[in-house]
Every structure is written in C-alpha cells, then in structure tokens.
C-alpha cells in the first residue's frame, strides 16, 4: 500500500533520526579506537580533543573501581547476612537438638539420682536440683497409693503431674549443670557414654555455629565501622557518579571522531590509525550520504505536498470562476430584461408626450409594474 507524502516524510524523518543515532556510535567507537592504537604513537591531529577524552576516560576508570570496590564490600555484607540468617536458623534447630540431647540425659541422670546407683558425691551435687521435686513426687505418690476416694486420688494426681512437668525441666538443669562441672566421667549408669558422647557432638555442632555468626557479625560491623556512611548508600551515589561520567566519557569520544573525520587526511592508512578506524571511517562516510540522500528525499516530499496543495487551491479557485461566469450569464439576461422593460417605459411617455394631456389608468400601470416585477 502506497504511503501519503506526509507518512513517508515521517518514515524518512525516523530513518534519519536512526542514522544519526548510528553515526554518532560510529564516531565514538573511530574516537575511542584511535585513542586507544595511537597512545604510543606520535599524533597530530586533534590533539586538544584526545587530550580531553583521555582525561574524561581516567576519571570513569577512576569511579568505577571505586564502585567495584564499593560493590565488592556490598556483595560481602549481603553475603554476610544470607550467611547469619540461615546459620541462626540452624542454630535454632541445633539448640532446639541440644536441649533434647540433655532432657534424654537428665532423665537417666534422675532415675539413677532416685535409685541412688549414683556416686555419692554426685548425689549431693544434684541435690540442689533434684531433692525438693523427688521428695514431694515420693510424698504424693505414696498419698496416692494409700487413698481409696477417688476425689482425693484425682487431687493428689493433679499435684503430682505439676511436680513431674517441673521436674521435666530440672531434666535439662541437671544435665547442663554434669556437663558445665566436667563431671561426665563420673557418672555410670548405663548408656551413659553414648548420652554424653551425643551430646558433646550437639553441642559442639552448637558451639561452631555460634563461632561462625560471630565472625560474620565481626566482618558485617568491620565493614560497616569503616565510614560513617553506609556502604549501600555510598554505592548508589557512586552509581550516579560513574554513569554521569561514562555520559561524558563517551561525549568526548564522539566529539573526538568527528574531529578527527574531519581532520584525517584522505591518504591516511590502516597502518597509521589501524584497520578498524578506516572501516569506521567508511562507515561513517556512508551514513552522512544516507543521511543527506533521505533529507533531498524529504525536501522533494515537502514540495511535493506543496505542490499538491496548490493545485488543489487553483482547482478550487478555478470553481469559483466558473461559478462566477455562470452568475454574470444569469446578470446580462436580467440585465437585458430590464433593458427591454426599460425601453417600453421610454416610448410609453414619448406616445404619452405625442398624444397631449393623458390620465394613465390603473390598469395600464399594474400592466407596466407587473412586467418590470416579471424581470
């Protein structure tokens, strides 16, 4: 489907703003390439603007080390608090693994503390935690045994399953406190190396977790000690930085290749500035073209709009002298009726002036109006 003048202006006006676009890639990529083979060599040409992107390219490099550096000890901290958050979770489930370990060994501690098959000196250690809850679950035991109402067996059972959760917990007290005194060797009931060799397992596994947060702690708080400002937030104004310099890096770079398309002699080898910047220079020589052929194409579109105009305003115009010649018919015939009208009013009063004195009728001038009304 054929476009209008105007939509084929706007594609050319769209492939020109492409064009341009590439073009001003091409002269970055001749600025940077240039700057980059000749660094060691003698060169003379446009050497205010390669002097200018040389030092907009030290200062990006510049900011953006110092934001990978900035990027490395945020990485680190992020990487620190995934670390702390699941070792903590675990921690959570070892201490939880732990407290199990201990209430399996306080129970035996307790059996072996009630049937006094422990040492004696082990028995007047764990007194302090076991001797009040033993004697009072003896007491109402026995209160229980001795009781034939059931309403006073219920009571002391209520009492009694209270003293037993208590003691539950005495489980985990007694356990704790054979362990903290280094007391494992002195106990010997049965199992009782693989109760604590199980549990000094737990608890090592618990004590290496707690390790490893404190290390990541000390490494997250080194991090975040060695500025007042927050490595995060010092990371986004950098960011900002580094793209406001990369902008003018590339600035310069483009103003660099357009100087020196403009400057390099026509004879320039690929030896002198490299292989790639005379394929650049091509390039660029074959977007200019394009661009210039697309803008005569769009002059010719707009003439071409224009001419259309015109001749659409001529056609119109040329109506309207139609339409006037048909009016100026239309006027002489009403022109000439009138005439004629005209001139039998003129040889009425000459008979009338002929003939002496005459009363004209009524009649006769309803006559005369009618046919002047009828032009």
Request: net charge positive; with cysteine.
């Given at each position: 489907m054929a476009h209008s003048y105007?939509?084929?202006?706007?594609?050319?006006?769209?492939?020109?703003?492409?064009?341009?676009?590439?073009?001003?890639?091409?002269?970055k990529s001749l600025g940077k390439n240039i700057a980059l083979f000749v660094c060691d060599n003698s060169f003379?040409?446009?050497?205010?603007?390669?002097?200018?992107?040389?030092?907009?390219?030290?200062?990006?490099?510049?900011?953006?080390?110092?934001?990978?550096?900035?990027?490395?000890?945020?990485d680190t901290l992020d990487d620190n608090n995934n670390e702390i958050y699941y070792l903590r979770k675990s921690l959570t489930e070892q201490k939880q693994e732990e407290i199990?370990?201990?209430?399996?060994?306080?129970?035996?501690?307790?059996?072996?503390?009630?049937?006094?098959?422990l040492e004696q000196e082990i028995i007047k250690k764990l007194d302090p935690?076991?001797?009040?809850?033993?004697?009072?679950?003896?007491?109402?035991?026995?209160?229980?045994?001795?009781?034939?109402?059931?309403?006073?067996?219920a009571f002391y059972e209520n009492i009694l399953n209270r003293q037993r959760k208590i003691l539950s917990n005495l489980f985990i007290t007694a356990a704790q406190f054979i362990i903290d005194e280094k007391l494992e060797k002195q106990i010997t009931i049965n199992n009782s190396e693989k109760y604590i060799k199980t549990l000094q397992k737990s608890i090592l596994k618990r004590e290496n977790l707690e390790k490893k947060i404190e290390s990541c702690e000390s490494t997250t708080q080194e991090i975040n000690d060695e500025d007042e400002q927050s490595p995060l937030r010092k990371l986004d104004e950098i960011n900002k930085q580094v793209d406001i310099s990369k902008a003018a890096e590339n600035e310069a770079a483009t103003l660099l290749g357009e100087e020196l398309y403009m400057n390099l002699p026509n004879n320039i080898t690929s030896k002198?500035?490299?292989?790639?910047?005379?394929?650049?220079?091509?390039?660029?020589?074959?977007?200019?073209?394009?661009?210039?052929?697309?803008?005569?194409?769009?002059?010719?579109?707009?003439?071409?709009v224009v001419i259309t105009e015109l001749s659409s305003q001529i056609a119109h115009e040329?109506?309207?002298?139609?339409?006037?010649?048909?009016?100026?018919?239309?006027?002489?015939?009403?022109?000439?009726?009138?005439?004629?009208?005209i001139n039998i009013k003129r040889n009425k009063i000459i008979e009338l002036k002929n003939a002496g004195t005459y009363e004209k009728s009524a009649l006769d001038l309803i006559t005369l109006d009618d046919t002047d009304g009828n032009a």
């Open positions: 105007s939509e084929q202006i706007r594609i050319n006006e769209k492939n020109i703003a492409q064009t341009k676009e590439n073009l001003a890639n091409n002269y003379s040409y446009c050497l205010r603007e390669l002097s200018s992107y040389e030092i907009a390219k030290g200062e990006y490099k510049r900011l953006l080390n110092k934001k990978n550096k900035l990027k490395s000890k945020v199990q370990h201990l209430s399996k060994f306080g129970a035996a501690l307790y059996e072996a503390y009630s049937n006094k098959i935690i076991f001797l009040i809850t033993n004697e009072k679950i003896t007491k109402y035991k026995e209160k229980i045994d001795k009781k034939n109402i059931v309403l006073s067996s002198q500035i490299g292989p790639k910047a005379i394929s650049l220079i091509d390039n660029i020589t074959l977007e200019l073209a394009k661009i210039e052929s697309l803008e005569q194409d769009i002059v010719k579109l707009n003439n071409r040329r109506s309207k002298i139609t339409k006037l010649e048909d009016e100026i018919v239309n006027c002489n015939k009403q022109i000439n009726k009138i005439d004629k009208i």
